[in-house]
């Protein structure tokens, strides 16, 4: 009978232990904080991760999140996700066993939420919501289907000249205040996805209700899901508001829906991880940005793109620094995308907008998605183009004489018409067959 006993004591020791297994509670340590610099914390946490999510406890009961980001020999180096008051040496550290999550549904449709995923608007989160961690593969590369479909973005230069197809990875570059977030708003508005997922990093607090309620706009808000993280807070809040975005846009993805993920600005996620590496004594490289940030981009960026469910057609936007469009994270982009329209500070003053310089942008799918006659078109207004850009000192100061230059004749004949389709109302909209069109007709009047 004591022998049944103790098997039965044995039995259900075993359950309790696999339970618990499979909780991931056994391997939960409990440290201190050993050391505090700025954010990073080091601290002694046998068996944490890197990912892991932990949470210290200040004397006051305040539970702050940090994220294991490497290792020191035995001692832990953790980034705090929030702001480090009340945070000393001998605060306790808490390991949770888990990764960073984001809550998804359809119910974050119309919702403003930050980098955790929690609504900023004051309204509680709602609905059937599942978690889902943030640091997600990409699809797989032999996987994925090729891009064949257009995707219309309502913008009559794009969509003509440099035309998106579903799923396709593109980059905004410009410098600051040349209407990256106003072309954003546009295409948030009038492209044909059937949601928008906006992340907005390290933005200026002024701007964000700008943008939702100016460039947005009501109807633009709701089939949209708009992440923020503003610049005054901690480097690893802002580096995770992409990594939210994404995650988000991956759900939606994966229900078969044709989702548009956009981003203001990678420059700005670039920084904040560059803050984060050289906190834990990664070595500078170019412009200050250390490894980890030329390793994430691609990792980050390659989870958009078409999978066998749905598609995530990505807009990155990139904050060239001075203007230079061959700084390190503008070229490492450029090197990942699928092209990439750039917006001329010389073209905004001259009250052009959108502001793309069409000759210096490119769609690196155009050729496959854009038809014969929309190719011939397009090729014949870059020429007329590009044929005006060259004589136009010449003309400018009248040393061109009419009928010198059959070519430059029919340029100057066609750049208000050429300028008339280029330029667009930021509450006006043209449909890809529109654009299209007059496209067509451009080139039949230059013939």
């Known amino acids: 009978m004591s022998l049944e006993i103790d098997m039965n004591y044995i039995n259900d020791l075993n359950r309790a232990v696999n339970e618990l297994v499979q909780k991931n509670e056994l391997r939960k340590w409990t440290g201190y904080v050993n050391k505090v610099v700025g954010l990073l914390l080091e601290a002694q946490l046998p068996g944490a991760m890197v990912g892991e999510l932990c949470n210290v406890i200040t004397d006051h009961g305040d539970v702050k999140a940090a994220e294991v980001v490497g290792f020191r020999g035995d001692v832990s180096l953790l980034l705090l996700l929030v702001d480090g008051a009340g945070v000393h040496q001998g605060s306790k550290v808490v390991q949770t066993g888990r990764l960073l999550e984001v809550l998804v549904g359809e119910s974050l449709l119309g919702r403003i939420l930050d980098a955790f995923g929690k609504p900023l608007d004051g309204k509680p989160l709602e609905g059937n919501l599942v978690p889902r961690i943030l640091d997600a593969k990409p699809p797989d590369a032999y996987g994925r289907p090729r891009i064949d479909t257009v995707f219309s973005t309502g913008v009559r230069v794009i969509d003509g ?251 100057v004949a066609l750049k208000p018409i050429i300028d008339s389709f280029l330029q667009q109302g930021i509450f006006e909209t043209t449909s890809f067959q529109e654009a299209k069109q007059i496209m067509l007709e451009i080139h039949q009047a230059g013939k």
């Open 161 to 411: 000249l440099l035309t998106f197809g579903v799923g396709q990875r593109v980059g905004i570059f410009a410098g600051s205040g040349v209407g990256k977030s106003t072309t954003l708003g546009m295409i948030a508005r009038y492209g044909d996805a059937d949601i928008n997922v906006i992340a907005l990093v390290g933005e200026r607090g002024r701007e964000v209700q700008d943008f939702i309620e100016v460039s947005l706009g009501e109807e633009g808000l709701k089939k949209s899901v708009v992440i923020v993280a503003t610049s005054d807070q901690p480097a690893m809040l802002r580096v995770k508001c992409l990594y939210t975005a994404t995650t988000i846009a991956e759900y939606f993805r994966d229900q078969g829906k044709n989702v548009l993920l956009m981003a203001d600005s990678v420059t700005r996620l670039a920084m904040a991880a560059r803050d984060v590496g050289l906190s834990v004594g990664e070595p500078p490289t170019m412009k200050g940005y250390t490894p980890s940030v030329f390793a994430m981009l691609p990792k980050i960026l390659e989870r958009s793109g078409r999978s066998k469910l749905g598609a995530i057609t990505a807009i990155y936007t990139v904050l060239v620094d001075g203007d230079d469009f061959n700084e390190p994270i503008a070229d490492a982009v450029r090197g990942i995308l699928d092209g990439h329209v750039i917006l001329s500070r010389s073209i905004a003053a001259r009250n052009h907008f959108p502001s793309v310089d069409v000759l210096s942008s490119v769609s690196r799918l155009f050729t496959e998605i854009a038809d014969k006659p929309q190719q011939d078109a397009a090729g014949f207004i870059r020429s007329m183009m590009a044929t005006y850009n060259n004589a136009e000192d010449l003309i400018a100061i009248g040393a061109y004489e009419k009928g010198a230059d059959p070519r430059i004749d029919r340029a």
